[in-house]
């Protein structure tokens, strides 16, 4: 069974860079054919999809996001790796990685989330 776990700052100050890692166990995320993927849920506010990368190592962004988005992966840890640049207090939300198989556009495990606060 497949486990993610998020770790990193629960808080974070304006214009930093904010940095989560997603460990996954119980499964590669080398493995075909799997997209991992980060989300976000600002306060009183819906699901914010933000990006993701492929088993192959390929990334995707959301447009909105892009400019101040990075995600990586180490193989070696199976993690994969959110960095958001020039945060601001808007950028405050719970934040989770989640697993999307290539066959269905549905999220079929998720992380428990991390609360990330932006606050000088």
């Known amino acids: 069974q497949v486990q993610l776990q998020e770790s990193g700052p629960g808080l974070v100050k304006p214009s930093q860079t904010l940095s989560l890692t997603c460990t996954v166990s119980?499964?590669?995320?080398?493995?075909?054919?799997?997209?991992w993927n980060w989300i976000r849920q600002p306060p009183e506010k819906g699901l914010e999809w933000m990006g993701a990368?492929?088993?192959?190592?390929?990334?995707y962004y959301s447009p909105s996001l892009k400019s101040r988005t990075s995600i990586s992966r180490d193989t070696s840890k199976n993690q994969f790796t959110l960095r958001l640049s020039s945060v601001t207090p808007e950028d405050t939300a719970v934040y989770y990685c989640?697993?999307?198989?290539?066959?269905?556009?549905?999220?079929?495990?998720w992380g428990q989330g991390a609360q990330v606060t932006v606050s000088s």
């Open positions: 990368i492929g088993y192959s190592g390929t990334t």
């Open positions: 119980g499964g590669s995320i080398t493995s075909n054919y799997y997209y």
């Open positions: 989640a697993r999307v198989p290539s066959w269905g556009s549905y999220y079929d495990t």
